[in-house]
């Protein structure tokens, strides 16, 4: 495997031409030319990205305070623990993207991950008003860090973040490809995993403050799947050597053990004991996901029976629905209407 160059911060003799554009190994510029792009959807991803703004702390958590006092022992467990999960995952994420970033060679892909950067800090912001809110100092404290005492949590995260370790020591493409499909399976399955719970109290009537700041998350995270599925296809084009069956049988394995990790978790935090949720439901939606996610990439269904939506969670869509969701900045007010267009999740 060839080795992956880093590219320089500044090179007077990089190549203007777009045509000769690389993802990765090219002689970039690092010019931010806006009317001359290789890749087209990048227009539309930027655009659509820069209208997803949003404040945290504009979403009314009043109600959240009094029902995160009367969730079951169960529920309380679950929420505390899944948020602990989603804060790691945006924390780790703003960590990561600039290390990916320092080895791509077509800027205005590195102007996408740029943005997504950004807004994973914002999800980190919203995560910790959300606690802020509705917790005590020291319960926030706990909850921040469940992740590094709670042995079914750690080996949740280790699985994506040994991976992104792996870069760190490894840079070479076939690493680079791993990271790929590591952040596609994070933002694509472990988020819309994590999400699916707190959509579930919203459908039992509760948390309601929680449930709309996850959905303006729940937004952008469908820009980000749509970005790293993006740039793995075109990766695939200018480096298919990477795209072997060799190789296409790891990521396939990858998206498994993404899904498998995602169903041991909610055995242990959802069971059989969240109003609302089965384990049946819980398993159907993680392996749906695992199939949607592993066909965006071109790698076919890997479980069997699962390529539809189940039936029992078509309500999880209905509150991701990015279409209808925005905020009244000026009347410091949430709703539910159209700011503009936005990516279904047909990813």
Not at 174 to 196: D, P, Q, R
């Amino acid at each position: 495997m060839s080795d992956l160059k880093k590219k320089p911060l500044f090179n007077e003799n990089g190549d203007r031409d777009v045509i000769n554009r690389k993802m990765i190994n090219g002689n970039t510029t690092n010019l931010n030319d806006f009317n001359n792009m290789k890749y087209g959807w990048v227009s539309d991803w930027y655009r659509q990205a820069m209208n997803n703004f949003w404040i945290p702390e504009e979403i009314n958590m009043n109600q959240d305070i009094k029902d995160y006092r009367n969730l079951s022992e169960a529920e309380r467990t679950a929420y505390d623990k899944t948020l602990s999960f989603l804060i790691f995952l945006d924390s780790i994420q703003t960590a990561n993207l600039p290390n990916v970033g320092e080895y791509i060679t077509a800027n205005e892909i590195n102007l996408c991950l740029t943005i997504q950067a950004y807004q994973e800090a914002i999800h980190s912001q919203s995560y910790s008003y959300m606690l802020d809110t509705i917790c005590s100092p020291e319960e926030r404290t706990d909850i921040l860090y469940q992740w590094q005492d709670d042995e079914h949590l750690l080996a949740r995260n280790k699985f994506i973040g040994d991976l992104y370790n792996d870069f760190q020591e490894h840079k070479d493409r076939f690493h680079l490809a791993k990271t790929m499909v590591a952040n596609y399976i994070l933002e694509g399955i472990y988020f819309y995993s994590g999400f699916m719970f707190f959509y579930n109290l919203g459908r039992m009537g509760k948390m309601p403050g929680s449930v709309q700041e996850i959905r303006y998350i729940n937004r952008d995270e469908n820009t980000h799947l749509w970005l790293f599925r993006s740039m793995i296809l075109e990766l695939q084009k200018e480096e298919p050597d990477l795209f072997t069956e060799e190789y296409l049988d790891i990521y396939r394995d990858m998206i498994r053990e993404g899904v498998e990790q995602e169903i041991k978790w909610g055995r242990y935090v959802i069971g059989e004991n969240i109003e609302g949720l089965t384990m049946n439901m819980v398993e159907d939606y993680i392996r749906y996901l695992g199939n949607l996610r592993s066909n965006g990439l071109g790698l076919g269904s890997l479980f069997e029976g699962y390529d539809e939506e189940p039936a029992s969670m078509e309500w999880v869509s209905m509150y991701a629905n990015a279409n209808l969701i925005k905020t009244d900045f000026f009347e410091a007010k949430s709703s539910a209407y159209a700011k503009s267009g936005a990516l279904e999740d047909d990813l």
